[in-house]
């Protein structure tokens, strides 16, 4: 029987292409709670979202065991929203933001999971660390302060091109740099790369973490 979204039959052939050691993130940004449910009655547990707010409120009215990735710039100031149940925040930028996680998650008794956002595309508008910067981070004396966030690996956005020599080389940079802070940060596990346009790229050059959103859900309408 056909969904009455079309969402089941679209996961069900975005896993099709993806190795079974690699997880999918559905990107569920800006779509509304039935298209998510649907999502989730077809098996689907791990869902992304970019807006602070959004997050709230779709985590309020879906099943409690969806595991929430924010994957969107996160400001320091909203990190409290999240911080009692997100599962795995992906854009970490900056050591500042790092400190309010962990601070924020010790006022639950809880470490959330982080990955640490890696500049990869050769755009103005990406936000992330360099690879010296991230790799200068985990060696700052204050980091080994912080009990209530977990540094599980890195995420990176390539650049939006359909250059395939560039996306390539952007996926190769990430892939070096998570192999590079292994050496210091030794339980890393993740690498968050690809997207609908580029995850097959991003799996070659070693991805663990897919996040899809338009592939599943649809295009989506900013106004
Ligand atoms: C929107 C978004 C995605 C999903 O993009 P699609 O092209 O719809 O698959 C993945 N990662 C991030 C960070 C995003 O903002």
Redesign the pocket.
Known sequence: MASLFGVAENLQEVKKTLPPTVTLVA?S?TKPNELLQEAYDAGQRDF?E?YVQELVDKAASLPKDIRWHF??HLQSNKVKYIAPFVYLIHGIDSFKLLQEVNKQAAKHNRVVNCLLQIYIAKEESKFGFSAQECLDMVQLPEFKNLNNVAICGVMG?ASNTTNQAQLHSEFSELKQCFDALKVFVPQCSIISAG???DADIAIEHGSTMV?????IFGK?NYQ
Do not use: E, L, Y
């Open positions: 990107v940004k992304g970019n994957i969107g956005m997207m609908s346009g996040r899809i959103g338009s592939s989506r």
